[in-house]
Each structure stands twice: as structure tokens, then as C-alpha cells.
């Protein structure tokens, strides 16, 4: 009992650490790839999640269905640019202008 407890503990960790460096990962690709904003770069996560869960906004899923039709499972400057044409969020605006403009491609902007 003690063993599988330990194992447990041990692969929650790890899939822990996983998640954390795959996040700093997809971050670091977008800051190199787009060199955003100070209002937009404090998001980090919330570029592409909704809120701090592991829910997809409108971009973050763009970027998913991207990756998936590339058949990759990380997140590249290409996939990037592929979805930086569309307006993922809906508000008139190119993700890759809104980014540019330091806004989150993710929300609509209010109106």
C-alpha cells in the first residue's frame, strides 16, 4: 500500500513538473516568435487559457486544432503564423494585430 502511494505521489509530480514546462515552453515560443508588449507578455497562460484553468480560450483553441492538423505536440513560430491571420476572438481584429497592439487575441475586445 505504502509503495503505491509512493508511486502515485511520485507520477503526480512529475506530470506536475510536465505541465509547468510545457507552459514556460509555449511562453517562451510565443515571446521569441511575436516580442509582445509588456501589457500583453504579463499574461503569460491567460494568452490562451481562460482564466487560470486549463480551459481553451478562442486562441489557445486555434492554436490546438493548428497543432493538431500539423500533427505536432508543441507549439511552434509556424503554428503561430498560421493562425495569426484569422480573428479568433471575433472583434474585426487579426490575432496578429491584436497581439502587435498588446491586446489578447483570446478576449474581445468591449465594444
Known amino acids: 500500500m505504502r509503495l503505491a502511494k509512493d508511486i502515485l505521489l511520485t507520477t503526480s509530480a512529475l506530470a506536475l513538473l510536465v505541465a ?3 507552459r514556460t515552453e509555449y ?4 515571446e521569441d516568435t511575436y516580442w509582445p508588449r509588456y501589457e500583453l507578455r504579463k499574461q503569460k497562460c491567460a494568452i490562451c487559457h481562460v482564466d487560470r484553468s486549463r ?4 486562441y489557445g483553441t486555434a492554436l490546438k486544432d493548428e497543432m493538431r492538423w500539423k500533427k505536432l505536440r508543441c507549439l511552434t513560430p509556424e503554428v503561430l503564423r498560421a493562425v ?6 471575433r472583434d474585426v481584429m487579426s490575432n496578429e ?15
Open 84 to 89: 495569426g491571420w484569422r480573428d479568433s476572438d
Open 20 to 22: 509547468v514546462f510545457a
Open 97 to 111: 494585430r491584436e497581439i502587435r497592439a498588446g491586446r489578447n487575441p483570446g478576449v474581445p475586445d468591449p465594444k
Open 27 to 30: 511562453v517562451k515560443v510565443f
Open 55 to 58: 480551459r481553451l480560450n478562442p
